[in-house]
């Protein structure tokens, strides 16, 4: 089974994954479909809860990655 595709919270199939340095958090970002657009959904891990949806991309994001200091979330979307 492949569980990376399965987490609840998304509409498309997952593109990416970004770990937070401390563990807390894992960003995982999905592709578009018909009307859906781009979305990243940002996970407690320790309660298992997408705790905030983002939705800024209006194609597929193929990136994410944590600042340093895990402050900042970085996307990159595709671009046609």
Known sequence: KNY???IPGHVEEISCLALQHDTQILASASGTSGL????ICLWDLQ???CQRTLSYHEHGIVALAYS???????????YL
């Not at 859906?36 to 979305?39: C, G, P, T």
């Not at 340093?68 to 595709?78: A, E, P, Q």
């Open 68 to 78: 340093r200091d895990d402050r900042f979330l970085i996307s990159v979307g595709k």
């Open 47 to 49: 309660g298992n809860l």
């Open 4 to 6: 990376l595709s399965s």
């Open 36 to 39: 859906n657009s781009s979305q």
